[in-house]
């Protein structure tokens, strides 16, 4: 049995392994595995949680080692040596015991999962980790159950059930989703309207049956939507459609909203951080106390070709590959037409339902106008055009290229 088999099946076998050999082989060859053993131990130990430590450690087993060679060298007998070996095994030990119970007490809670049909990821690390994970996951289904049109007695299909007749009570949620995304409706001109459930419904793009429309059918549903007619009393939580003929969809951002509503579990539940992914959106979350970085990876053609760090916030991408390598499809609300080849491009923001409308909006604008749009929210985005990696007001967040 190698070494190499030995640290595959775990740590303590190392020990047993490095120990066997040592009874078994010649002092030369100890030495040998004292080398080989030297190589792994440095794998073992983390940097990060044995900075002084470990120095020390190290320039012991460089004395150890130094002094096991002299004796090889004047050709001192296994049973004279033997004493070193034990002494190294025995420290080592005890080494990687200590590593390990903190290794255990500093493993992050992982929890995979699919919710509103997307995998999802959550990482957290803190005492109440398992329960924030579960609370996210029962916390997002009520999400879905308010904001999705296709659930039945949800705030959105209650409001295209009642679209021109009569006012409807909803909750706080679905205001303030409705509001941020009326509010880049009104700034981009109608490239994002939320009304424009007719056209994704003609395109098919609600099914696994995508259709080509007519031409007349679609021109009368561009003319019918209009984000103008969804009416808001904020006071006393009231949503109206003003027309008979609209249907609102907020199933485009409900990513970024799922997650902004992780974080905000998270930090209720006192987590020292965490981070989830659903479909295109990621959020992060740190508290006061932690200063971890968390990696985005930057994907082109389903490969990652760069990745940028970021301590809190949101990031939506649009534009990539999707698992079935076709890339997502996203409509011009004011147009009508439907756009694959989108450029790639992830938007960062505090805010997750922003960043999600931000990344779809951008996928449609030109170059100079996402700039506009980005510098108006206060967001950043890394753009992918022509190979060449382009970011865009993005002065926190660090690009690994």
């Keep these: 049995m190698s070494l190499r088999t030995c640290i595959q099946k775990g740590k303590f076998q190392v020990f047993e392994e490095f120990f066997f050999e040592i009874r078994k082989k010649g002092a030369m060859n100890a030495l040998r595995v004292l080398s080989i053993f030297d190589k792994i131990l440095k794998k073992i130990l983390k940097i990060r949680y044995f900075d002084p430590f470990e120095y020390r450690f190290q ?9 096991i060679k002299q004796k090889v060298m004047n050709k001192t007998s296994l049973k004279n040596s033997l004493p070193w070996f034990v002494t190294l095994v025995c420290v080592v030990v005890v080494v990687v015991l200590v590593y390990i119970g903190i290794e255990q007490n500093n493993k992050p809670y992982i929890c995979s999962s699919i919710l509103m049909g997307n995998k999802s990821k959550q990482t957290v690390f803190g005492e109440n980790s398992k329960k924030a994970t579960e609370k996210v996951k029962d916390e997002i289904s009520r999400l879905e159950e308010t904001l999705s049109y296709e659930i039945k007695d949800s705030d959105i299909e209650r409001l295209n059930s009642n679209a021109g007749s009569k006012w409807i009570k909803s909750s706080d949620l679905t205001v303030g989703v409705l509001e941020k995304v009326i509010s880049i409706a009104k700034r981009t001109h109608g490239i994002f309207d939320p009304t424009c459930l007719k056209i994704i419904k003609l395109y098919g793009l ?23 007619k969804i009416k808001i009393e904020r006071d006393s939580w009231r949503i109206m459609l003003a027309d008979s003929n609209l249907s609102v969809t907020l199933e485009p951002i409900l990513n970024g909203a799922a997650c ?27 508290s006061e106390s932690s200063k971890r970085k968390f990696i985005v990876p930057i994907m082109h053609d389903g490969k990652s070709i760069a990745s940028a760090e970021m301590e809190s916030g949101f990031v939506a991408s649009s534009g990539i590959k999707l698992n079935n390598n076709e890339k997502s499809k996203i409509i011009n609300s004011k ?3 439907i756009k694959e080849n989108t450029r790639p491009i992830y938007v960062f923001h505090s805010d997750g339902v922003v960043s999600c409308v931000l990344s779809y909006v951008c996928a449609l604008l030109e170059i100079n106008e996402i700039s506009d749009i980005l510098n108006y929210y206060g967001a950043e985005a890394i753009l992918i055009e022509n190979q060449k990696i382009m970011p865009i007001f993005f002065q926190k967040e660090k690009i690994n290229s």
């Design 206 to 228: 609600n099914s696994n049956f995508i259709s080509t429309p007519k031409r007349s059918e679609l021109l009368e549903a561009v003319e019918s939507i209009n984000y103008r």
């Design 335 to 337: 147009t009508g037409e």
């Design 260 to 286: 902004q509503k992780a974080i905000e579990i998270y930090q209720n539940c006192n987590l020292s951080w965490g981070s989830i992914s659903i479909g295109n959106v990621t959020g992060v979350y740190n």
């Design 59 to 67: 320039h012991l087993l460089k004395k150890i080692n130094s002094n």
